[in-house]
């Protein structure tokens, strides 16, 4: 499939952090997105996609400009549906596959890898927890390509699960109200799920339309990095949402489903592919501009040995990080297929591992970047610091250091880790 993006007008432009100015909503899709067929074609398409994606990275990241016309052409091409199992008309790709379409789109602008991260693993729980009804007016949603934003997070909780925000019933239906932040995706998506605790403390998602009276979305993400995934504030004031739009989310923790590692996969194939995009304008880099060392004896920097080496070095602790994110993707298919308390354990411990992996050489390589490139890789007309501020900001998601306390409790004492996703 072909797939156009018009060039922005930068002086008119939309930026991110512009709180002051009232966002609209994004127009719905006018024609359905495509559907992808099989696994080999979700990764042509991010390949093709990625190619298009990297050539206004800098400039949108320096300008602070918003990926609307990129995020149209992601959503329509197909690729936020590819999980969508066959029987409801996706492509049921694996997560293998899911993972390495990430690593590309996030290769070649990791906020545009991150900003479905949150849809894809709404759709998950769709599939786990909705009712046959919602299966197939929320997954056709998506195959019309419909997009699915994040009221999750709350900065003002005592920790990232004390959610605040309430849903309460309201006659047949209910009424949510709270406030959330890190809300990636909402700016620009059309439906924007809300996670809201009942009477109980029990969460659930409540499937707000963008434009629903009462939610209020604020283009005030301010972050170093990552910043064109616009993931600012969300204010909730009594939205109505009817019953068939909300979904008990707790029951994916509730029972034994990786849907705390499928969350977390996918913010680690975002990690690899801010490593593997940072490697690769590196070794650019020092091809094309950085200096060999005056020590060295070479006439070019790719010459010199030491350089030699710190590459060598970056592609196998890369490519270690990639197969422990593949072999924990495979055991996410396995879980999915026969999800019980053994196979989601050892899913979320294979993802865990894989995450402290990614988020280690998505900071090394962006801190050798300019180790390798010299003094000449820190002006500001290469723009190549935003791989280390996106890596350092990505990586923050959730405290890599927790994850070999984690993995060696269930290796050592058998202790299976908490369901969550934050793990």
Do not use: C
């Not at 197939?136 to 419909?146: E, R, S």
């Not at 009221?151 to 959610?163: M, Q, T």
């Amino acid at each position: 499939m072909s797939m156009t993006i018009v060039p922005q007008n930068i002086a008119d432009a939309p930026r991110v952090n512009d709180p002051d100015t009232l966002f609209q909503p994004r127009p719905r899709p006018t024609t359905p997105a495509h559907i992808i067929a099989s696994d080999q074609e979700a990764i042509e398409i991010a390949h093709r996609l990625a190619a298009d994606f990297a050539k206004g990275a800098a400039l949108r990241d320096k300008e602070g400009l918003l990926p609307l016309e990129e995020l149209d052409a992601f959503s329509q091409s197909g690729l936020w549906g590819i999980t969508i199992p066959k029987q409801y008309g996706g492509a049921g790709v694996s997560y293998v596959t899911l993972t390495e379409v990430i690593k590309i789109i996030s290769a070649a602008d990791p906020s545009l890898g991150q900003i479905p991260q949150n849809h894809l693993a709404i759709v998950e729980h769709i599939v786990s927890d909705g009712t046959e009804a919602q299966k197939q007016a929320l997954l056709g949603d998506v195959l019309k390509g419909i997009r699915f934003g994040n009221a999750f997070s709350e900065s003002g909780s005592k920790h990232v699960a004390a959610f605040e925000t309430r849903i309460e019933p309201d006659g047949e239906n209910f009424v949510v109200n709270g406030k959330k932040f890190y809300s990636t995706g909402a700016l620009l998506a059309h439906v924007v799920p809300i996670v809201a605790v009942n009477g109980e403390g029990l969460p659930h998602l409540a499937f707000a339309d963008r434009s629903a009276e009462g939610l209020t979305i604020i283009n005030d993400w301010s972050s170093f990095g990552q910043r064109t995934t616009a993931s600012g504030s969300v204010v909730i004031d009594n939205v109505k949402i009817s019953a068939d739009r909300v979904i008990p989310a707790y029951l994916a923790f509730a029972n034994p489903t990786p849907a705390g590692a499928i969350s977390q996969i996918i913010q680690a194939a975002v990690d690899a592919g801010i490593a593997r995009g940072t490697i690769e304008e590196t070794i650019r880099f020092v091809r094309d501009r950085a200096r060999p060392w005056v020590d060295s004896g070479q006439d070019r920097a790719s010459d010199d040995q030491f350089t030699i080496a710190a590459v060598g070095d970056l592609k196998i602790r890369l490519h270690a990080a990639e197969a422990l994110l593949e072999r924990a993707a495979r055991l996410i298919d396995i879980a999915l297929k026969n999800p019980t308390d053994e196979t989601v354990a050892e899913a979320a411990v294979a993802t865990a591992e894989s995450k402290f992996l990614t988020t280690e050489i998505a900071i090394l390589a962006s801190n050798k970047l300019f180790e390798l490139g010299g003094t000449r890789s820190t002006l500001s007309a290469h723009g190549l610091d935003r791989h280390w501020r996106n890596a350092r900001t990505h990586t923050l998601h959730d405290p890599a250091r927790w994850k070999p306390f984690h993995i060696g409790n269930y290796y050592l004492n058998g202790v299976k880790p908490a369901r969550h996703p934050w793990l």
